[in-house]
């Protein structure tokens, strides 16, 4: 996307795909914000506990808004101005190195926005030893190292021939051609 796709998908409502068909959605801040404010309600007294999205919601929103007027100031001597604002000024940015730039803070940030408004499902983790280390667990108890891909981005469960995985502790990896290990571990340890 274009420097000046990725500040509208940042502060503008947009348009995406829901189930092939398109939908208005908020900008992607104001997801955020939404985001913040839900866990805020839900943490108040007699709200029961807070939802985990609000810490890295906020400190997320902190980070983009310093980010911004940091930038802006660099590039203007001024950071004067509502987010939004800022953000959308640098769509007249005419230097090709400075759009480069601003293109992949902004592609950061709303990348980070999304996954915490859609986390996407972490990976399977099945307590079998690494096919190439042998290690299901390190030596400080953390694992197991095996991570196995196996979720759509619907969440649905792929079939298995599209699945990847790799093990934290060797940095081994495997795709889905060479994936026949899997199954005989699971056999193993059932």
């Given at each position: 996307?274009?420097?000046?796709?990725?500040?509208?998908?940042?502060?503008?409502?947009?348009?995406?795909?829901?189930?092939?068909?398109?939908?208005?959605?908020?900008?992607?801040?104001?997801?955020?914000?939404?985001?913040?404010?839900?866990?805020?309600?839900?943490?108040?007294?007699?709200?029961?506990?807070?939802?985990?999205?609000?810490?890295?919601?906020?400190?997320?929103?902190?980070?983009?808004?310093?980010?911004?007027?940091?930038?802006?100031?660099?590039?203007?001597?001024?950071?004067?101005?509502?987010?939004?604002?800022?953000?959308?000024?640098?769509?007249?940015?005419?230097?090709?190195?400075?759009?480069?730039?601003?293109?992949?803070?902004?592609?950061?940030?709303?990348?980070?926005?999304?996954?915490?408004?859609?986390?996407?499902?972490?990976?399977?983790?099945?307590?079998?030893p690494c096919p190439s280390c042998g290690t299901i667990y390190d030596r400080e108890g953390n694992g197991p190292g095996m991570r196995v891909h196996c979720w759509a981005e619907?969440?649905?469960?792929?079939?298995?021939?599209?699945?990847?995985?790799?093990?934290?502790?060797?940095?081994?990896?495997?795709?889905?051609?060479?994936?026949?290990?899997?199954?005989?571990?699971?056999?193993?340890?059932?």
């Amino acid at each position: 996307m274009s420097l000046r796709d990725q500040i509208h998908t940042l502060t503008s409502e947009h348009l995406t795909m829901q189930d092939g068909k398109p939908e208005r959605v908020p900008s992607l801040l104001n997801q955020l914000d939404a985001a913040i404010s839900a866990e805020t309600r839900a943490g108040s007294p007699g709200g029961g506990k807070g939802l985990p999205i609000g810490t890295g919601a906020i400190s997320l929103r902190q980070d983009i808004d310093w980010a911004a007027r940091n930038e802006q100031y660099q590039r203007t001597g001024t950071d004067v101005g509502t987010l939004v604002g800022i953000i959308q000024s640098w769509a007249s940015e005419q230097d090709a190195a400075m759009v480069n730039y601003l293109e992949h803070v902004t592609t950061d940030w709303c990348d980070r926005i999304r996954a915490i408004i859609n986390p996407a499902k972490p990976p399977w983790r099945p307590a079998v030893p690494c096919p190439s280390c042998g290690t299901i667990y390190d030596r400080e108890g953390n694992g197991p190292g095996m991570r196995v891909h196996c979720w759509a981005e619907d969440e649905a469960i792929l079939p298995p021939g599209q699945w990847s995985a790799e093990c934290i502790h060797c940095g081994a990896a495997w795709t889905s051609e060479n994936m026949a290990w899997l199954a005989r571990m699971l056999e193993v340890a059932s």
